[in-house]
């Protein structure tokens, strides 16, 4: 069974402007969970997806935002970026997400802002 | 709120056990989750505690002890491929992840 594939795995962008990432599930996975992971504040939460609907939304501005495809793949997207946006950003899928125990994580998108 | 809190870093040596603890603040949860992640790679999922008390799972054992909002991953018979970053996660509608901790295993 193939893992979560994030695409891709890195990106230099300039302040500014806008970047699209994408995670594909384990097949069969419903939920899709995306986080930011910098070194200083370790992984926190942007949000979730189930079903193409967003469940669950982490404290981060309206400048991050996802969506989920019939398929269950997923998008995130950031506009204006900024250099604190630097990070890697990982997403994790699960069979159903909420009281699932185990989620499979990606490799990550290691984002770059300069 | 959530939030976890674990100590940044711990040295031990191979062939060790070592203690990483996590102490918690939430209004509600269903467990506790433990994760590793070695540099340059993806968090794999260790363990689960959805009671209180201790599971075991071959060198790693985790406890969860909700009374006193605590918990901790417990590794055995250390190897030095354990040397990577640990973190506990509260399992509520969503997962929140402890900041982690680095352990570093000498030989």
């Known amino acids: 069974k193939a893992g979560v594939t994030q695409t891709p795995r890195y990106l230099i962008k300039t302040r500014g402007q806008q970047v699209t990432l994408s995670c594909s599930p384990i097949?069969?996975?419903?939920?899709v969970s995306w986080y930011q992971q910098t070194p200083g504040q370790g992984l926190q939460f942007l949000f979730e997806?189930?079903?193409?609907?967003?469940?669950n939304k982490g404290n981060f501005p309206g400048r991050f935002s996802g969506r989920q495809f019939s398929n269950s793949r997923s998008e995130m997207n950031v506009s204006t970026l900024e250099l604190g946006d630097s990070a890697l950003y990982l997403c994790?899928?699960?069979?159903?997400?909420?009281?699932?125990?185990?989620?499979?994580f990606g490799q990550g998108t290691r984002l770059t802002v300069v | 709120g959530q939030s976890l809190e674990q100590p940044s870093e711990v040295t031990a040596v191979e062939g060790a056990i070592v203690q990483i603890n996590c102490t918690y603040q939430?209004?509600?949860?269903?467990?506790l989750s433990w994760y590793q992640q070695h540099d340059g790679g993806a968090p794999t999922f260790l363990s689960y505690?959805?009671?209180?008390g201790l599971e075991e799972t071959g060198r790693f054992s985790s406890f969860l002890s909700r009374s006193d909002s605590y918990g901790y991953l417990l590794l055995q018979e250390l190897q030095m491929k354990d040397s990577a970053s640990y973190f506990c996660?509260?399992?509520?509608?969503?997962?929140?992840f402890g900041t982690g901790t680095r352990l570093q295993v000498f030989p």
């Open positions: 505690n959805g009671l209180d």
């Open positions: 994790a899928s699960s069979a159903t997400g909420g009281r699932n125990t185990e989620a499979f």
């Open positions: 996660a509260l399992l509520a509608d969503k997962l929140i």
């Open positions: 997806y189930f079903s193409e609907t967003q469940r």
């Open positions: 939430t209004s509600g949860f269903y467990g």
């Open positions: 097949s069969g996975h419903r939920s």
